[in-house]
């Protein structure tokens, strides 16, 4: 399963979401119906290839919830972490996107990173795969307006 954000990692973006953190969570990406598992998962590799700088792939196996790949990639202070569960029998693909260094302003609290650079980079891969993937955020606002 996709493990939710850390507190203190303001920048990151995931699909499970962490209670009081509503600024990381996101929608999954929505695998077209005629696509299979295997085709799902190669073509988000392949995506991440394309879109990302210096890939390397950590993990990359079947899961009893499905297809689970880790990749880590050039970010903005460092590596990044790109975690994908594609779930066929639910049509989604899960994610979560981490910076692996995060840099605090001494004497306060806030993190200094490159703060939308992890959406932009799942933004990337799911423009990269044309898959459609709704935006939780906008429609929060668009109720609350």
């Not at 303001?10 to 929608?27: E, K, L, R």
């Not at 899960?94 to 692996?100: L, M």
Request: proline fraction near 6%; charge should be neutral; aromatic fraction near 6%.
């Amino acid at each position: 399963k996709i493990r939710t954000c850390p507190s203190t990692n303001p920048g990151c973006v995931c699909t499970n979401p962490t209670v009081g953190a509503s600024s990381s969570v996101a929608s999954p990406l929505i695998i077209p119906e005629s696509t299979s598992a295997d085709a799902a998962a190669q073509m988000l590799r392949q995506a991440i290839l394309k879109t990302q700088k210096n890939v390397s792939f950590n993990v990359d196996q079947q899961t009893p919830h499905g297809q689970y790949i880790q990749a880590e990639v050039d970010g903005g202070f460092g590596r990044d972490v790109m975690e994908f569960l594609v779930k066929k029998d639910a049509g989604v693909v899960a994610y979560r996107c981490v910076a692996t260094k995060v840099t605090f302003v001494y004497p306060f609290t806030t993190a200094i990173g490159d703060s939308r650079g992890q959406e932009q980079r799942v933004a990337a891969v799911a423009q990269e795969l044309g898959w459609y993937a709704p935006d939780i955020r906008s429609s929060v606002d668009d109720v609350a307006t």
